[in-house]
């Protein structure tokens, strides 16, 4: 198993760009999660989904979307990326029958917002 | 809203030393997780503890769930320990995610 994949693994944005982060998990994991982690602080939620088809707000959900067309991907779209925004992402998936189970984390996608 | 409070944030040791990391949080919880973060940045699950004592190697992680208090142990540090030790909880169902601590950064000294 792969595990949990993100991609790219770091990225330069300028202010008002749009782009999508990939995250790609092959354990069959219902929960997926992303996370921003800013310096000196910890790991904030942004979005959650707890299948396919089904989304939700997590703490700083604002300049996000996400879709969860497939248990395996959940993209995170920035649409008009904000120096703000600049942060390392990581993307998580758990186990199906238990929310609160091990998660299993992506390697982070570093972006820059300039 | 569970806040969750890690104390030291910074710890340097030498090698073999008895680490201890705390965390304390404001609410009740189902389930606590001690989570690694590598210098290179990746993040590995270490325990999920929702009572008594979970051990792996040289790492022991207990929680108090009366005192809200959680504390990750290492005996015998190592170098290869220096990491940043992150305590993060779940409330309620757990399907919407984690509250995370600020973490630890441990540096073992050789």
């Known amino acids: 198993n792969a595990g949990v994949t993100q991609t790219p693994k770091f990225r330069i944005l300028k202010i008002g760009q749009s782009m999508t982060l990939q995250c790609t998990q092959d354990?069959?994991?219902?929960?997926m999660y992303w996370y921003r982690q800013d310096p000196g602080m910890g790991l904030k939620l942004i979005y959650y989904?707890?299948?396919?088809?089904?989304?939700d707000k997590g703490e700083v959900p604002n300049g996000y979307n996400v879709s969860r067309s497939t248990t395996e991907d959940f993209p995170l779209r920035l649409e008009l990326a904000a120096p703000s925004q600049t942060s390392v992402y990581f993307c998580?998936?758990?186990?199906?029958?238990?929310?609160?189970?091990?998660?299993?984390f992506g390697p982070g996608t570093r972006l820059l917002v300039l | 809203k569970n806040e969750v409070e890690q104390s030291p944030q910074n710890l340097t040791a030498q090698e073999g030393e008895f680490i201890t990391i705390n965390c304390s949080y404001s609410?009740?919880?189902?389930?606590l997780h001690w989570l690694q973060q590598h210098p290179g940045g990746g993040i590995v699950s270490l325990f999920m503890?929702?009572?008594g004592k979970k051990k792996h190697g040289r790492l022991i992680a207990t929680i108090n769930i009366q005192e809200k208090h959680s504390s990750l142990h290492i005996t015998a540090s190592h170098p290869r320990d220096s990491a940043v030790y992150i305590c993060?909880?779940?409330?309620?169902?757990?399907?919407?995610?984690?509250?995370f601590g600020k973490g630890t950064h441990l540096i073992i000294q050789p």
């Open positions: 998580a998936s758990s186990y199906p029958t238990r929310a609160g189970e091990t998660q299993y």
């Open positions: 354990m069959n994991h219902n929960y």
């Open positions: 989904s707890v299948g396919a088809g089904i989304t």
């Open positions: 609410v009740g919880i189902s389930a």
């Open positions: 503890l929702s009572s």
């Open positions: 993060a909880v779940i409330t309620g169902g757990g399907a919407d995610g984690l509250t």
